[in-house]
């Protein structure tokens, strides 16, 4: 009988040992890893985990004028600002960081920039900033754009007024959105940045959403197969002080622009001012007063000529009502952009739209 005891201790002791130990590692099983298991030469079939679902980035906003993703998820109404390019107005504040950036005379020989803001959300002075001319209206609004100015032509105010376009003029009512730099002279000191231009344009009750024209963009590792090879090309449109030079980057895969033989830099940032895609469009030119004021035709299309990834192709621009500028091929297709920055420069056909534009070709293809 106490063996019999002992023994029945003994069960009731490892029983209570076992259900205690089970215990235990019900608790540790909610907080610690899953411990491997030994393989057994007869292994017990073992639950198959669900795979956890692949989780699929957020579809990013790809803007239509630079084929690349926008940085802030969606893109604004873009700006069209009418930048001062006088030499003591350079170097610029900004031109790095419009996604277009036109150079089209003005009068006396001068040429001014426009630049088509969209990406850059937050660029920090824009300017310095000058008055319009129609054809200069018509060029940012073709993009959507609010125009952004200091004055204007007759002509150009008789359409703003006429036609009640939306734009930002530092003579009128828009003047709290632009300031001064006190270390520059008058006329080339005036300036103003993303966040004051958009703040304004929201208060003047512009519309925040338009429709943009877009341009098409290939595969920035395709490399060309037509044209020819050209690294370094100049235009000169009428004086000597408005000699412009672009120079390709292989390692950017862009075209630096140069000014009278110096690299163009952007203030802002003291970075070099260049595109992935550079166009150069013949246009008709006509002195209209004896101010030397212009008309350019933006509308019937003509002679032209796509610089990318170190090589020409001779095509023609062209322009659809409602549309932007486009280069068209030879063979009569759109030319497909490289994502990036493109540059637009128009200048005049007189005497021929090749005496503007000087490069040396070499022989081949790219």
């Known amino acids: 009988m106490k063996m019999n005891r002992a023994s029945s201790r003994l069960v009731t002791m490892l029983v209570l040992t076992a259900a205690l130990l089970s215990a235990c590692g019900s608790e540790n099983a909610e907080t610690l890893p899953v411990p491997t298991i030994a393989a057994t030469p007869a292994p017990e079939p073992t639950a198959i985990a669900e795979p956890s679902p692949a989780i699929t980035p957020e579809a990013k906003t790809v803007s239509g004028l630079t084929g690349l993703p926008a940085a802030e998820g969606s893109l604004p109404r873009p700006l069209a600002v009418m930048i001062n390019n006088a030499p003591a107005a350079r170097p610029q504040s900004g031109v790095s960081e419009a996604d277009i950036l036109y150079e089209v005379l003005a009068e006396g020989g001068i040429t001014r920039l426009i630049g088509i803001f969209q990406s850059h959300t937050g660029v920090v002075k824009i300017g310095p900033i000058r008055s319009i001319r129609p054809y200069l209206l018509d060029i940012g609004e073709s993009y959507g754009g609010v125009t952004v100015h200091a004055g204007g032509s007759p002509a150009a105010y008789a359409i703003l007024q006429k036609e009640k376009k939306e734009d930002m003029d530092e003579i009128g009512r828009a003047g709290a959105y632009f300031w001064r730099d006190k270390e520059r002279k008058a006329p080339h000191n005036l300036y103003s940045n993303a966040a004051k231009l958009r703040e304004g344009a929201e208060k003047l009750g512009y519309a925040e959403n338009v429709e943009v024209p877009g341009y098409k963009f290939t595969d920035p590792e395709y490399i060309p197969t037509e044209g020819t090879e050209a690294p370094e090309f100049n235009v000169n449109f009428l004086l000597k002080s408005y000699t412009v030079g672009y120079k390709y980057n292989p390692g950017q895969r862009t075209y630096e622009r140069w000014i009278n033989g110096k690299p163009h830099l952007d203030l802002n940032n003291g970075g070099a001012v260049g595109a992935a895609n550079v166009i150069i469009m013949g246009s008709d ?3 209209l007063d004896d101010v030397g004021r212009l008309q350019v035709d933006v509308e019937l299309g003509g002679e032209a000529l796509l610089f990318q990834r170190g090589v020409v192709i001779h095509g023609k621009w062209s322009r659809r009502p409602g549309d932007i500028i486009r280069f068209v091929k030879e063979d009569g297709k759109e030319a497909l952009m490289y ?21 040396t070709a070499v022989a081949g293809t790219a």
């Open 339 to 359: 994502p990036g920055v493109t540059h637009i420069l128009i200048v005049p056909n007189s005497p021929s739209f090749s005496s503007h534009v000087k490069y």
């Open 285 to 287: 030119h006509k002195v």
